[in-house]
């Protein structure tokens, strides 16, 4: 499938879930598909990068869930803060084991999963969603342990980027860190995956170990051929962050034009043959 045909399968205020993490493997080029489309109204559910932020510049946003939205060598995602600051999207920070909890509980299909995780802090002033229970079963003192309640994070749809993949949907991770891909496509009804290649289901394993192959098909619902999809995150050991883009776009955030005219250089008008043709300039 192509990525138009995943963002025909969204619908306006579903709850979509992102893979990867800050500016690393993150599926740009569906994003970036996303903000050519009319869709609106998105809760976005990240790790984020620049996704989280052109997203948000695009006006695609309704809430962000979110753990961190970064660019990694620069620390706040600029596009993320000026909707922060404005007031355009509403936000809902987790700590970053509580959003892996939470994918974890819906993948899992169970309401919630327990954690010492918040306890004596304010994060369930800050998260008036959070619950205590607790627990039905003694610890070793004879006591009942009261817990926080992580609700599940059930997702509409969740999209992820990977180094390869069969044209079943198994797909291999290659880099250090397969990151929490497979948690959001099991916690999501709809699955997509890009990948930067499609190899037979044989070339799979013959790239690497087994256990590379985080994604299986039984997770996936549609599959991308989208070579420098990840473009400007990382995709290691394809490649690496493209620094010099990151800075630009960065930059631009500083012009009160300047998304309109990162929008018009890379976005508007092109497929993402020609926008890969672009950057390779």
Known sequence: MSEADVVS?????????????????????????????????????????????????????????????SLDTIPLEPYFRRARESGAVAARQMDEGMMLLGLQAAAWRVPFLPTRVGLGSDLPRIDPGLRTVTSPYPGPGGTHEELVAVPALHLDAAIVHVNQADEHGNGQLLGPDPYFDDLFLEAAGRRFVSCERI???????????????????????????APGGAHPTSCVPDYPRDEAFQRDYAASAKDPDGWARFRKEWIDGLDERAYQERVQR
């Not at 969204?10 to 599926?27: A, E, N, Q, Y």
């Not at 559910?45 to 006006?59: K, T």
């Not at 394993?205 to 997770?219: D, E, F, H, K, N």
């Open 9 to 69: 399968r969204l619908t306006d205020g579903m709850t979509v879930g992102i893979g990867g993490w800050g500016s690393r493997r993150k599926p740009m080029s569906v994003v970036r598909e996303i903000c050519r489309s009319p869709l609106r109204d998105l809760t976005v559910v990240s790790y984020g990068g620049p996704d989280v932020g052109m997203l948000c510049a695009a006006g695609k946003v309704r809430e962000v869930v979110f753990a961190f939205v």
């Open 199 to 225: 190899v037979p289901t044989a070339g799979l394993t013959a790239s690497g170990p087994v256990q590379s192959i985080r994604v299986t098909s039984l997770m996936v619902d549609g599959v991308v051929e």
